[in-house]
């Protein structure tokens, strides 16, 4: 598909060279995006500008979720990248958009255009680490232990699971059954990196990776019981997290809900600082 400016296709197995070499000064803004091309998944469009000499400009992954990179999206940009883009899309389904908020609303204003109306958005930060994480206040105790799960641990981190699921990522309102949740985790367990912190043998918080891209690893999944709280559990988590993955030479990265202060705040006191804006808009 093309215009006067702007030509989309399908990615093609010669195109991962250059697509790594676009996105790499973007990659800790969309780690998941990038894990794609790191596997070189099918349903990657690569959109170039066409004039005076093609280059590209920008990557989405379509399959009803959409991620993007198009850090030239703006609203210089938009009144040539509107009626391609309109074009491109008129008969694909969306249900979500993830991505940087600024070209997130942007594309969902687009959509509008067309009738499609979002239900729900959820605003996060974006939030990177520089250096080697701070020490937790605390020391875990004698009864306390970190450890790598398996498969075998799914029962036993399901119910965590879910009560991240519909705390941090699901649309108000959705049922999240334990099949849904099961299938996720049992993903999660087979391709990342899963900790779960136990107290006398129960597990009472876990995190883990979400993405592992190409210089950037994205933390998510971050969650402890509410009985025990206050023990700077996650902090321990996330700390080891980071020490496994930067002995790998890769940066970490992770969002963290605008309005989940008590988080962010957990966040900074380790390290980690802010470094723009995110947006899942689902329709």
């Given at each position: 598909m093309k215009d006067a400016n702007f030509l989309i296709r399908r990615v093609v197995p010669s195109d991962f060279p250059l697509l790594e070499e676009f996105i790499l000064p973007y990659e800790f803004s969309c780690v998941q995006l990038t894990s794609y091309i790191r596997k070189k998944k099918k349903d990657l469009y690569l959109i170039f500008k066409s004039s005076p000499l093609p280059e590209i400009w920008g990557v989405i992954f379509l399959n009803k979720a959409f991620l993007h990179c198009l850090p030239f999206l703006n609203d210089d940009s938009l009144p040539l990248f509107e009626p391609f883009f309109s074009d491109f899309i008129k008969d694909k389904p969306v249900k979500t958009i993830i991505g940087t908020k600024l070209q997130t609303q942007i594309l969902v204003s687009l959509l509008q255009k067309q009738g499609e109306k979002p239900f729900q958005s959820n605003s996060y930060n974006l939030m990177t680490l520089q250096n080697i994480p701070l020490d937790p206040p605390e020391n875990l105790s004698a009864d306390d232990e970190i450890k790598r799960c398996t498969e075998y641990d799914l029962e036993n981190l399901l119910d965590l699971q879910k009560k991240y699921i519909i705390k941090e990522v699901a649309p108000a309102g959705k049922k999240v059954s334990d099949l849904e949740c099961s299938i996720g985790l049992k993903d999660l367990l087979k391709n990342q990196l899963v900790l779960a912190l136990t107290t006398d043998g129960e597990i009472?918080?876990?995190?883990?990776?979400?993405?592992?891209?190409?210089?950037?690893?994205?933390?998510?999944?971050?969650?402890?019981?509410?009985?025990?709280?206050?023990h700077y559990y996650a902090w321990h988590l996330i700390r080891v997290l980071c020490f496994r993955i930067m002995k790998t030479q890769k940066s970490v990265c992770l969002f963290v809900k605008e309005k989940n202060t008590p988080a962010a705040n957990l966040y900074k006191r380790m390290g980690f600082e802010e470094k723009g804006s995110f947006e899942i808009v689902y329709f």
């Open positions: 009472v918080a876990k995190a883990n990776t979400n993405a592992i891209g190409i210089n950037w690893v994205q933390l998510g999944g971050v969650y402890t019981h509410p009985l025990y709280r206050k």
